[in-house]
């Protein structure tokens, strides 16, 4: 018969100290990061695994990985975690007026697309709750969702998300960006393969974005030169304006600094051009109110 495990023996430190330790793989890296010993580290994952009755660390000369209880402990660990500073953030807010606190992540499409707009009209209809943003790529945003760090995450539509609900927030059309005098803005349309012929400005090749286009031009059998890489689309745009190289940017995004710059955009074959950004969370029910509004007002503003 077993006993019942007392949760008063459970602290805070430790179960940080756990989950820092499986995702370095090392026990050294874990104890640095809370400034203590790593034998003090060490005891205190020894006494977790002693009322526990099972092994959580499998030890060995290249670090520590966690035994199939340890994944399981953590996964638990990290819920108890977010949920904590998720309780935190609740009574500062209420400390400070707030009735109600947002924690979201977004890429960079859904910052220098939608995502403004959404969050002015958002912040007049709930004046008091306090947004918390965070600009992240679509596959770090599926991580802090799952593990809580984020309620909600604005992802590409390419991006896994497995054991995440979604819902579509926006589409956009994805179109070559080039000068008015390139061999490309001659025509009415362009192939991904001919784009691919030439030098690519664009973003950090982990985006989504980034993946997408990679991915139709490897259909093709051609493998993208991107010759450099920038932090958002209107640097992308003011490379393409000197010359340097030519981009595939969403349409409603960059219009406003393509016309400013007097640039050409051209409309794509030979790729899915038609590109769906989503909000991804882990459980649409159990989303906290601001949360729940920001989700519907997003689907009633979605033009699909």
Same mark, same amino acid.
């Given at each position: 018969?077993s ?26 890296l &874990? ?8 034998a003090?580290?060490?005891?205190r994952?020894?006494?977790l ?7 959580l ?7 520590? !990985?966690?035994?199939?209880? &340890? ?22 807010d ?5 009735v ?11 910052f ?32 802090a969702?799952?593990?809580g760090?984020?309620?909600? &995450? ?5 991006t ?10 926006d589409t =956009?059309? !994805?179109?070559?960006?080039?000068r ?10 362009a192939r991904?393969?001919?784009v ?17 286009i990679?991915?139709?031009? =490897?259909?093709?059998?051609r493998?993208l030169? !991107?010759r ?15 010359g ?7 349409r ?16 794509l074959t &030979? ?11 882990k459980?649409? !029910? ?19």
């Open positions: 018969m006993v019942p495990i007392n949760l008063s023996r459970f602290d805070l430190i430790s179960l940080r100290l756990f989950v820092a330790t499986v995702e370095s793989g090392s026990l050294t &874990g104890a640095e990061r809370f400034g203590i010993s790593v003090a580290a060490s005891r994952i020894s006494e695994e002693t009322h526990l009755g099972t092994t660390l499998s030890r060995g000369k290249k670090g520590v !990985l966690a035994t199939p209880s &340890g994944l399981t402990f953590m996964r638990h660990a990290i819920d108890i975690i977010a949920g904590l500073e998720h309780l935190s953030i609740a009574m500062q209420f400390q400070q007026g707030a109600g606190h947002l924690k979201l992540w977004a890429n960079t499409s859904a220098t697309g939608f995502l403004p707009a959404l969050l002015a009209e958002y912040t007049k209809a709930y004046p008091s709750v306090r947004l918390d943003l965070e600009d992240a790529l679509s596959a770090d945003i599926v991580r969702v799952a593990r760090n984020a309620e909600l &995450g604005i992802i590409g539509d390419n896994p998300a497995e054991g995440l609900e979604t819902v579509r927030c =956009d059309e !994805l179109v070559l960006i080039t008015p005098d390139h061999p490309l803005a001659r025509h009415s349309e991904i393969e001919d691919a012929a030439y030098d690519l400005i664009g973003l950090d090749r982990a985006t989504s974005l980034m993946r997408h990679a991915a139709a031009a =490897d259909a093709v059998g493998v030169t !991107l450099v890489q920038v932090r958002g689309f209107d640097e992308v745009c003011r490379m393409i304006d000197v340097i190289g030519i981009g595939v940017l969403p409603k995004s960059v219009t406003p600094i393509v016309k400013s710059l007097g640039l050409r955009m051209t409309s &030979g790729i899915r051009s038609k590109r769906h950004l989503l909000l991804a969370m459980n649409r !029910l159990a989303l906290s109110d601001p949360a729940k509004a920001l989700v519907e007002m997003a689907e009633k503003t979605n033009i699909t």
